[in-house]
């Protein structure tokens, strides 16, 4: 499906590996203009590397960390001199801490608020002007399955995804003046480095194969299987473009079916 975003600029956080990479390679594909951007300058400058052989396109890159204000305040700044407007922002940093509540200090919850809330609202400001300018601006944010199903031991980033939803179904309703739609694609269990991190761990733990603890994991999904990054990304290209102009302040599953409430 030719999905009518050719010529438009994107700006895709948390680009340089899993799911963001991917949506910015599925934005490529479909002919936008694509600035990337993530917190370790090197392997952000290879995954530009990468996109441009894969697809034969120019990618322009930027380095900042969303949890330094600093960071994105160096990001709007430079954004302002590289595009007069911005049609398209994917916010797809952050993550979960694998913990019980007892583990919890107050600082991993503010840690893991910085990464997986204030990041993305630091984006969306330093960008909104660029957005603005669009006429039809959209922004894709991933947030998650867990909000809809709260999985245990990842208590914080339950709390703070749901967070994440409130906020674009917020959003999508306040900056419809300026005809930016707000959406957000939430993943299940996903095969990127946060899950294979993860499983290297528990096997280590539980002196097991990691296969064994993917199996646990897959077993509780009606697909038996992970995600992997290139089926999350068509969602977010789609919501990113205009046949979906009639979609504002959504969180669309994409998820294998683990989170099966009725609403
Ligand atoms: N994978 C899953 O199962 C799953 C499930 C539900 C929701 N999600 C959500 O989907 C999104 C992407 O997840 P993923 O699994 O693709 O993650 P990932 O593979 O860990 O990739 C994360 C990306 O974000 C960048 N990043 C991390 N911290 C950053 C920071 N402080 N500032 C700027 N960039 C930063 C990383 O680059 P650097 O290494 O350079 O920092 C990397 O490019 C996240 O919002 C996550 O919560 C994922």
């Not at 709260?150 to 749901?162: C, I, M, T």
């Not at 999508?172 to 095969?191: D, K």
């Amino acid at each position: 499906m030719d999905l009518g975003i050719k010529g438009e600029t994107a700006l895709v956080v948390g680009a340089s590996e899993g799911i963001g990479y991917e949506s910015a390679k599925a934005l490529l594909e479909e002919g936008v203009d694509l600035i990337i951007c993530s917190r370790n300058a090197e392997k952000l400058k290879q995954a530009a590397v990468k996109l441009e052989q894969a697809v034969g396109r120019p990618v322009r890159w930027f380095a900042a960390d969303v949890t330094k204000a600093t960071d994105v305040t160096a990001l709007q700044l430079w954004l302002e001199q590289q595009t007069i407007k911005l049609d398209i922002l994917v916010s797809a940093v952050g993550g979960s801490q694998r913990a019980l509540f007892g583990e919890l200090d107050d600082a991993a919850w503010y840690a893991n608020y910085e990464f997986n809330v204030m990041g993305t609202v630091r984006v969306i400001r330093a960008t909104l002007d660029l957005l603005k300018k669009s006429g039809s601006g959209r922004i894709v944010i991933l947030g998650a399955a867990g909000p809809r199903m709260p999985y245990p031991q990842q208590l914080v980033s339950n709390v703070h995804k749901a967070g994440l939803i409130a906020m674009v179904k917020t959003l999508g309703a306040e900056f419809q003046p300026f005809n930016i739609r707000v959406n957000s694609v939430s993943p299940g269990r996903t095969m990127t480095s946060l899950w294979t991190n993860r499983i290297d761990k528990l096997a280590k733990e539980r002196g097991v194969p990691p296969a064994v603890i993917v199996d646990e994991f897959a077993h509780e999904i009606p697909l038996g299987r992970f995600g992997q990054p290139e089926e999350i990304a068509p969602m977010v290209a789609f919501l990113a473009s205009h046949k979906t102009s009639y979609v504002t302040c959504q969180s669309i599953l994409v998820d294998g079916g683990i989170a099966r409430g009725l609403v």
